[in-house]
Nanobody, 125 residues
Framework: QVQLVESGGGLVQAGGSLRLSCAASGLTFSTYSMGWFRQTPGKEREFVAV????????YYADSVKGRFTISRDNAKNTVYLQMNSLKPEDTAVYYC??????????????????WGQGTQVSVSS
């Protein structure tokens, strides 16, 4: 069965950095588009970034563009989210997601079939 396991969350001061990892198993990782989303209490899960297959194109939410970088290591079945210049408003639970057939809905949760359990990121001011 497919499993996505996030790690790397934690508490950091504003302006700091974190790198999230998402290790995948049970799927042919190299042929999946991988995305990151985040969610705060009482709000919808929102798109953060995606690394698309097979184009290797990356897209970011405007709120993180220039600060966050998504990357992947197919040999390790892992996708990463490097987060720099963190702001208090980046505080959320971060989820990775996998899609075998991602179309124009890459920023929508409905585009992804598999999800991790999430990792908490807290940014203090």
């Amino acid at each position: 069965q497919v499993q996505l396991v996030e790690s790397g969350g934690g508490l950091v001061q504003a302006g700091g950095s974190l790198r999230l990892s998402c290790a995948a198993s049970g799927l042919t990782f190299s042929t999946y588009s991988m995305g990151w989303f985040r969610q705060t209490p009482g709000k919808e899960r929102e798109f953060v970034a995606v690394f698309r297959w097979p184009t290797s194109a990356t897209y970011y939410a405007d709120s993180v563009k220039g600060r966050f970088t998504i990357s992947r290591d197919n040999a390790k079945n892992t996708v990463y989210l490097q987060m720099n210049s963190l702001k208090p408003e980046d505080t959320a639970v971060y989820y990775c997601a996998a899609s075998a057939k991602l179309n124009s809905d890459f920023a929508s949760t409905s585009g992804y079939a598999y999800w991790g359990q999430g990792t908490q990121v807290s940014v203090s001011s």
